[in-house]
């Protein structure tokens, strides 16, 4: 008698992009069109590739490799089924293989390697691409041989300053304490990110993985990753891979059986974008109101609960992980300048192909919207991309070939950020964009520093007048001296920074601070 055949293998992402466009009614499609028709199928939860104009998108796994289908409905399955879909038979919806699709083929995915390939959820598929590698070297070696792994890299911080990874643990390492802490902000609120969101949901164990690194080379037991609470999903994920890594011995009082222990846990914010700012970050988690704290002291010597603490990104933590396991030199050698290693870019807002593409820094700015995204969804002339965030500039097309630098970014006057870049078309109205960035200052702000609190409202009110055609160069005037002095006197990011959009847009779009007179719409 022969042996069953064994069940052919089928990805459909778990992710919440995929799921938002129905990728769970198609998983359910898949096993009730499979079981139907008796054909034996193992349908793994795997992350998003990235590419979201394609989700939900299904892969089935052949002798030759993975072919995509995608965007697939619920519909659509009794007719891929129809079309040889199991053994990567031709349909309308089909791309072939899915290593071989441009968008991936261009990329340099090192911190992103897996996401999309695996199951988030197996420790087994970890390891067998390359997981705990990371660990196990730096358990080999002594703490401050980690942190100046990590400081030959050049890797930098991720989530906006861009300040180096390897000086600030080396801070911590330095300080002298009975419990020191790693602090993941998972706090991700930028407009047009999600690479937080896709690696967390997508790969949870080389987040996990990153902050036991960091914890063995600062001397770190205890480490905290401070989720946003609009990200259920990566929540359950998170907790789900916690649990299994101490089942697995990454986490707990012996770490691989090294006698060294590292002890996690998720903490949900409540959905303060301020929260996104290292201090005001410890104060929620230490329970008290999130407002910003003046520095100095610098939370890596006095940080959470008056202990030395690293505070990291998601993407910070989780690059670690790849840099031990293949060496300083090897991240070094990719990027530019003071730029190491890779970024994850966040393609959105008005563009065709939005999705996540990981690539050295140096790609121009205009290859990333036109190459990968394909230029904007509505077919109208591209008029500015916002890059860093709601705080970030607005840059016209004109500045488009600036490479993906922190350094030739805040010559351009923007800045990086978090790496997100929302796309605007000719339609879009560049002084309303700058009163926006007010008003979101307004909501933000912690409130502790006046030139914030005060400074943006006043914002809102003189962009009215601006647009409103009272006294336009007057108001004009006044503008330019508020940003002048919230840049200049703001306790932290979230005032000294709302300027730069504002300016920008100022700066880049003059002629839509003098359009004919408008009426300002009643709040």
Known sequence: MSEAASPIRIFVPIDAAALSVGAEAVARAIRREADKRGHPVEIVRNGSRGMLWLEPLVEVETPAGRIAYGPVAAADVPGMFDAGFLAGGGH??????????????????????????????????????????GVERALSMAPAEIVEEVKASGLRGRGGAGFPTGIKWNTVLGAVAEQKYIVCNADEGDSG?????????????????????????????????????????????LGRAIARAERAGLLGPSVLGSGRAFHLEIRLGAGAYICGEETSLLESLEGKRAIVRAKPPLPALQGLFGKPTVVNNVLSLATVPWIMAHGA???????MGRSRGTMPVQLGGNIRRGGLV???????????????????????????????????????????????????????????????????????????????AFEFCVKESCGKCTPCRIGAVRGVETVDRIIAGIERDKNLAVLADLNRLMTDASLCAMGGLTPMPVMSAVRHFPEDFHRPAMAVAAE
């Open 358 to 436: 990981e690539l050295a820094f140096g790609i121009s700015l205009r290859a990333l919207i036109e190459d990968f995204g394909g230029g904007t969804r509505s077919g109208r002339p591209l008029k500015a991309v916002q890059v860093g965030g709601p705080l970030g500039a607005y840059l016209p097309d004109n500045l488009l070939d600036t490479p993906m630098d922190y350094e030739a970014l805040a010559a351009a006057g923007g800045m990086l950020g978090h790496a997100g870049m929302v796309v605007f078309d000719d339609s879009a109205d560049m002084a309303r964009q700058a009163k926006f």
């Open 92 to 133: 309308r919806l089909g791309h072939g293989l899915t290593e071989e699709l441009d968008w991936l083929k261009r990329q340099q995915r090192l911190t992103f390697a897996r996401v999309g390939i695996t199951d988030p959820l197996s420790i087994s598929d970890y390891r067998a691409y390359g997981g705990f590698a």
């Open 193 to 237: 990110t999600f690479a937080d969101r896709m690696l967390m949901e997508g790969d949870p164990f080389m987040l996990i993985e990153g902050m036991v690194i960091a914890g063995l080379a600062v001397g770190a037991t205890k480490g905290f990753i401070y989720l946003r609470s609009e990200y259920p999903h990566a929540h359950a994920a």
């Open 329 to 335: 030199k090897a991240y070094a050698d990719c990027g």
